[in-house]
DNA sequence: ACCTGAACACCGTTCAAGT
DNA sequence: ACCTGAACACCGTTCAAGT
């Protein structure tokens, strides 16, 4: 199986104050009434939390806590919780673009592999960090008309699919159909692939997930070949 | 668009009881303390809900609310509230693939747009039941360690899936591999397909759903049939 | 055997009050 | 401008008690 990926993810901000404790007095000038960046810590404890308990411990009052700050603070920063839910999501989109950026450029010169190993960073990305990635695609953050942190997210993704298949269409290996298009399909069958896989659906159909990926891979790019050389 | 398809699922039970009333005397011997088949009117009123209001309104005490019993009531039935949507997600199941046997059998002698009907029966369902679709894939019933009902409800999809690809096999359409991989994947890209446009992103990129799910399916049969062509 | 009512811990959200 | 504390409505879950 694939491992977890080192990302920029978790910075481990760690702020957690000593709640509670009797005689705490305030030692130097360390313990200020205001954060400094709030927003930024309860990303962080989200992140955290979402990784150590799932999705269902992503509760407002978690994060408060884990920040070490008070149940309302949080609500300076998001307006509910859906809009913390929308940061999150915020965040792991740019991580998983950054990780497919990076798969990318590690193939510079050989385009028949560039939709390979995006691929293969896109699915390694969501098991790596399967409640992220639910969070991503979740039903809090489906309509996006009031957060429009995570308006423009999919089209980075489509760009890195579709930059892919460019560079095959530059080598001649896939025909001249709309880029677009044919990215918002590879894009479904990664994104189903991670979830199927998430959801425990291709255990004992394919040898490995390697394998199911790969002929995945293969019958998307003898597809996009294809409608070429049938026209 | 796609229309709603009227489908055996919602048995408008409606077992609602007058609740609070002062002066609610029971006629006849209608209000029975015990209710018969609760079990089926929670799962009635769950889906109810789940159309109504959308998966976040589906709580166990709305549900047993909507089925006019008490909130502790359902736990004779469902051992939590995972164990409900459980059950909700097993009559999605059945459901879905009520309507793919339905376009199956409406194309019998067709074995080029089996597949084909599959794929327009799949994307439809999901997309006239988007919080029920939901359900089926989110992450509450996604360990199926101790939800023995949803266990084997993949094999159900996957059994239709591979079906068609294997009348296309019969018909030389598509190379000898793997059905079940290939199937994997044409799942993949089915699926993926919906929850991406459930998400909205897909707006915008094609013309048309129909549009996208044609492209969708003609890489899929082509991408199958080189596989064998190129051996 | 099946259902009710009260209770507990927890959560989202609000709002007056503090610094 | 930013954070706290108390409060309200709601939820999952339990358990003694009712029929």
Redesign the interface.
Known sequence: MFTMSTLPLFHMTSSRRPRGGGASAPRGRSRAYHHGDLRSALLASALEILQRE???GLTLRAVARAAGVSQSAPYRHFADRRQLMAGVAAQGFRAMEQAMLAEMQRTPDAPRLGLKMVAVAYVKFGLANP?LY?VM?G?EV???EDLPELRET?RGV?GFVSEGIRRLQEAGLVGP?DP??????T???????V??T?????HG??PSLE??LD??T??????????SS?A
Not at 187 to 193: E, Q
């Open positions: 799932g999705i269902e409640a639910r695609f039903p489906a309509n996006t999919g489509l159909g677009w298009l044919m990215a918002v399909t894009w479904s069958t990664l994104h189903g692939l979830m199927l998430l959801d425990g659906q291709t159909v394919a394998a199911l002929e995945a293969r019958i998307m790019m003898f597809g996009m070949a294809g409608r049938s």
